[in-house]
C-alpha cells in the first residue's frame, strides 16, 4: 500500500473515532452509568449515616419537587428531578423561557408547551443522592459531585456552594448566590455551613440571638418581622405574607418577583436597617407596608410628647422645608 494510501485510511480512523467521542459525550443518559464516572476520592458513607443522611432528606424540599406543568415538567426537571430531565428537548425550553407560553386565565391549568413531553408523577425522580454523591455498591461517596446529566458524567466541584449554584443562581429570580456574593455579611461563608447539607432548615437565630445586643429592643417590639425584613440591603420591596399556605404566613417579609411575587428572605444582608421602608415610605412608587402607624407606638409618652427624635428623619426648620435640617 502507497504512503497516501496509508494516509488517507489514517484520517478516515481518525474522523470515525472523533465521531463516535462527540457521539458518547452528547448521548443523554437517563440514569447512572458506572462505565463513565471519574475516580472518586473519599470514604464511602456507612449504612448508619446513609441512613442519617436519608432520613434527614426525606424532611426536606428537596425529596418532593414533582412539577405539574404538564410539557414545562421536563425543563424545570433540569434542577427538580435531574434524572429526567431530557436536555434534546432544546424547543420546549426555549418556548419555556417565553412568558407568553404560561399566560392563562387565573385558576385555569398551565397550558402544555406545544413541544414539551411531560414527565408523568410515577417517572419522577426528585432529587436523589446521586445527584450530588458518586454511588459506591449499595451506598455513596461522601465526597461531593455533580451529575451532569446533559454530558452523561460527574462533574467536580470545588465546595459545596458551587454545587447549590448548580440550580441556585439566576434561575427565574431565583438569585441566591448573586445576593451572597453581594452580601456585606456571610459573604465568605458556604451555604452549608447555614443551612442542612441535607435539608435541615435553618434560622437566624440558630447563630444569632434576637434579645441580646444592641438591636434586642427593637427585635422585640417587631415579633411578627422576618429578620432580612429589616437587615435586606438589596432593595426588596416588603409586605406581609397574606397565603395561609406559606411558611411566611403572616410576616412581614422581603419579596421576589419568581415566576410570581414570592415571599423571599433576602441572602444581601447588612447589620443596618432603614426604618423608613415601612414606616415612612417616600414617594409615590414606594409601598406602604406598615399604614397609620402613629409616633406614641414608637415614642412612648403618657401625654403623647415625643422626647426622642427618629434619628432616620430631618427635624423641619424655620422654613418649613422638611427636608431641611435643623441648626
Not at 397550558?111 to 455498591?137: F, K, N, R, Y
Request: proline share 6%; charged share 20%; net charge negative.
Amino acid at each position: 500500500m502507497s504512503l497516501e494510501r496509508w494516509v488517507y485510511v489514517a484520517l478516515v480512523l481518525l474522523v470515525i473515532g472523533l465521531f463516535a467521542v462527540t457521539a458518547q459525550v452528547s448521548s443523554v443518559s437517563s440514569f447512572y452509568s458506572p462505565d463513565i464516572i471519574p475516580t472518586p476520592v473519599g470514604e464511602v458513607a456507612s449504612p448508619a449515616e446513609l441512613q442519617a443522611a436519608r432520613e434527614e432528606w426525606l424532611l426536606s424540599a428537596h425529596d418532593d419537587t414533582y412539577d405539574s406543568g404538564m410539557g414545562a415538567d421536563t425543563t424545570c426537571a433540569r434542577c427538580k428531578s435531574p434524572m429526567n430531565w431530557d436536555p434534546s428537548q432544546e424547543l420546549a425550553a426555549i418556548e419555556a423561557r417565553d412568558c407568553g407560553s404560561c399566560k392563562r386565565t387565573p385558576g385555569a391549568e398551565r397550558p402544555s408547551l406545544p413541544s414539551g413531553i411531560a414527565v408523568t408523577e410515577a417517572d419522577w425522580q426528585d432529587i436523589a443522592c446521586e445527584i450530588c454523591h458518586i454511588p459506591s455498591g449499595d451506598s455513596y461517596y461522601k465526597g461531593i459531585a455533580y451529575w451532569n446529566q446533559k454530558l452523561g458524567q460527574y462533574e467536580p466541584v470545588e465546595n459545596t456552594t458551587e454545587l447549590c449554584a448548580k440550580c441556585h443562581e439566576g434561575q427565574h429570580g431565583f438569585e441566591v448566590i448573586e445576593e451572597q456574593e453581594s452580601s456585606v455579611i456571610h459573604k465568605e461563608m458556604k451555604c452549608t455551613e447555614c443551612h442542612g447539607a441535607h435539608g435541615l432548615t435553618s434560622s437566624c437565630t440558630d447563630c444569632h440571638d434576637p434579645t441580646t445586643g444592641s438591636g434586642a429592643a427593637e427585635h422585640l417590639r417587631h415579633p411578627n418581622v422576618n429578620c432580612t425584613g429589616c437587615h435586606d440591603r438589596g432593595d426588596l420591596t416588603i409586605w406581609q405574607e397574606a397565603d395561609p399556605l406559606s411558611k411566611h404566613y403572616g410576616q412581614y417579609i422581603t419579596r421576589r418577583f419568581a415566576h410570581a411575587l414570592t415571599s423571599w428572605p433576602s441572602h444581601d444582608l447588612s447589620r443596618q436597617v432603614v426604618c423608613q421602608r415601612c414606616h415612612h415610605p417616600q414617594g409615590s412608587q414606594m409601598l406602604i407596608v406598615v399604614p397609620g402607624i402613629r409616633c406614641d407606638q414608637c415614642h412612648e409618652h403618657a401625654e403623647g410628647a415625643v422626647w426622642m427624635w427618629c434619628t432616620y428623619f430631618q427635624r423641619n426648620n424655620a422654613t418649613g422645608d422638611p427636608q431641611a435640617t435643623m441648626p
